[in-house]
């Protein structure tokens, strides 16, 4: 299957800080991803859809303020949790899928971010 | 109403049998599914793929797809410890855009 890296696998940060998270496909081209959240023994949330070269389109409740996507070539979207909190500690995992027109989704290693 | 509904479990099975997770879908127009496997503190890993009607075999693993019943399974043959993890059904949304609906998962504990 394709690959997608995510980076870093884990982060500690104090509240108010911001931190940033990067998605990338290695061996192949991404106009869209995807950025979900995963709380402890609950399934995943999708946050946004990260676009190429466009604005990405947040899912209902989900702040763009706060989160903030910038998709800036083929292979790379990252998501930066801004003024970050304790609650929003929690499990982020970005997907690519291959192809335009294929659901069929690969997802990066998920970062796990707790805000202290 | 939730477009993708799995029985969240836990399903225990005994080393060597055969496991079944379940899902349903509401939308009609759905024409793939997927499963993936989640182990703890991981990200999900897909597994099987199916698009049409019927069965699809790989290795230990067959899906099921019964459009008619908006109905999509999966089977794991031999089932073995290792198999123990959550198990995600994913359909694509109903609005479009590439994107995957994800279910509750099924948390499936394989003993020895």
């Known amino acids: 299957g394709a690959v997608v890296s995510q980076h870093p696998s884990r982060v500690i940060c104090k509240s108010g800080t911001s931190v940033k998270i990067e998605c990338r496909s290695l061996d192949f081209q991404a106009t869209t991803m995807f950025w979900y959240r995963q709380f402890p023994k609950k399934s995943l949330m999708l946050m946004a859809t990260s676009n190429e070269g466009s604005k990405a389109t947040y899912e209902q409740g989900v702040e763009k303020d706060k989160f903030l996507i910038n998709h800036a070539s083929l292979t790379l979207s990252t998501l930066t949790v801004t003024s970050a909190h304790p609650e929003d500690s929690s499990f982020y995992i970005c997907?690519?899928?291959?192809?335009?027109?294929?659901?069929?989704?690969?997802f990066g290693q998920g970062t796990r971010l707790t805000v202290v | 109403q939730k477009e993708v509904e799995q029985n969240s479990g836990p399903l225990s099975v005994p080393e060597g049998a055969i496991a079944s997770l379940n899902c349903t879908y509401s939308d009609r127009g759905s024409q793939s599914f997927f499963w993936y496997r989640q182990y703890s503190g991981k990200s999900p890993e897909l597994i099987m793929s199916i698009y049409s009607n019927g069965d699809k075999e790989d290795g230990r693993f067959t899906a099921q797809l019964n459009k008619a019943s908006q109905y999509v399974s999966l089977l794991i043959r031999d089932s073995q410890p290792s198999d123990s993890a959550t198990y995600l059904c994913?359909?694509?949304?109903?609005?479009?855009?590439?994107?995957?609906?994800f279910g509750a998962g099924t948390r499936l504990a394989v003993h020895p």
């Open positions: 994913a359909g694509p949304f109903s609005g479009g855009y590439n994107k995957l609906i």
């Open positions: 997907s690519a899928n291959v192809y335009l027109d294929n659901t069929e989704a690969f």
